[in-house]
């Protein structure tokens, strides 16, 4: 079927998590953060990626309240910061993101580094949280193989998500294999490289090509990949402009030449050395 905005990935829990959504990392909280929320669920946007690092949680879920979108209808994310691991703290640090955002139930709640030495006690908490009906989903990001590989010897629940840097130029093959293999969904974060590939000319050309602009390239291909794709913009013009993607298809052949750009390019954050 054809992706639309409201095009959804099953988890393997059976929940179903918007494919496209909006990343609120370095909004800052307050109006620039409500402004963001606000215009992209009028976009249509029904995935909001926040996380308690980023401080606007709060912010998020005014913004999600004050929209008139029913509850129901919109996926949120948050995360467990590194300094709140641990079994206890974890439980803690839910409970606060939880009453921050305003909801009694989150949709997905993800340890946003693998900490070494606590990740495993943390999700054991994480597990709990699910159990306890609070969160509808659990899962890690910036976790490489290693990290998964030491969750799933120690736990019956699978990570749901995995969220971690991809684009064309970090396209994390084998990381993304292992996922599918485990029923991980992937979900992209910096998909437009935090702006530094915006003026590739490879790029270019491709978006000359179907009259489109380079992130809505990047964004088009994540999607066509099955990625979930959560662009950042504190721009209302620009988040209209990263949700038009669903009128064209990047054909196979330039698929491939996206494919072929990787270069371990990392903008954020790389785990590769965490113990
Ligand atoms: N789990 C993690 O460790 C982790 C790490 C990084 C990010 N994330 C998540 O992923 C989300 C996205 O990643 P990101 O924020 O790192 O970077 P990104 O989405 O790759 O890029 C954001 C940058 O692109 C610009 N931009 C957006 N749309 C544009 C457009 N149409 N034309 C030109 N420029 C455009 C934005 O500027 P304007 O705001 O001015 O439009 C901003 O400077 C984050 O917000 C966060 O939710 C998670």
């Known amino acids: 079927m054809a992706l639309s905005i409201r095009s959804i990935v099953k988890l393997n829990n059976g929940v179903e998590m918007p494919l496209f959504g909006l990343g609120v990392w370095q909004i800052p909280a307050g109006a620039a953060t409500h402004r963001a929320v606000t215009t992209a669920l009028q976009t249509g946007y029904r995935l909001i990626d926040t ?3 980023y401080g606007n949680e709060a912010d998020v879920g005014v913004a999600v309240r004050e929209s008139g979108v029913p509850r129901d209808e919109v996926f949120l994310t ?14 803690k640090a839910f409970e606060a993101s939880r009453k921050r955002l305003g909801f009694p139930t989150v949709d997905l709640y993800l340890i946003h580094w693998p900490v070494p030495e606590e990740r495993k006690e943390t999700w054991r908490a994480m597990e709990r949280i699910l159990k306890e009906g609070s969160v509808r989903a659990i899962g890690v990001s910036n976790y490489t193989i290693p990290h998964l590989e030491e969750l799933l010897a120690s736990s019956g629940v699978v990570p749901a998500v995995n969220q971690v840097e991809l684009s064309p130029f970090l396209a994390q093959k084998p990381l993304i294999e292992f996922c599918r293999r485990h029923g991980i969904a992937v979900e992209a974060y ?10 590739d000319k490879r790029l270019k ?7 489109k602009s380079v992130p809505q390239v990047l964004i088009r291909w994540g999607l066509q990949h099955g990625i979930i794709e ?4 504190a721009k209302p013009d620009h988040i209209r402009e ?17 494919d072929s750009l990787s270069e371990d390019l990392h903008v954020a954050w790389d785990p590769t050395g965490e113990p």
Request: proline share 5%.
């Open 242 to 258: 990263n949700a038009a993607v669903f009128d064209f298809e990047i054909r196979p052949e330039e698929m491939l030449g996206l």
């Open 205 to 211: 050309a491709v978006a000359q090509k179907y009259g």
């Open 51 to 53: 996380a308690k690092f």
């Open 230 to 233: 959560i662009p950042k913009s």
């Open 190 to 199: 910096s998909p437009l490289t935090k702006g530094h590939r915006l003026g």
């Open 78 to 91: 948050t995360k467990l910061w590194n300094n709140d691991h641990g079994f206890d703290a974890a439980l």
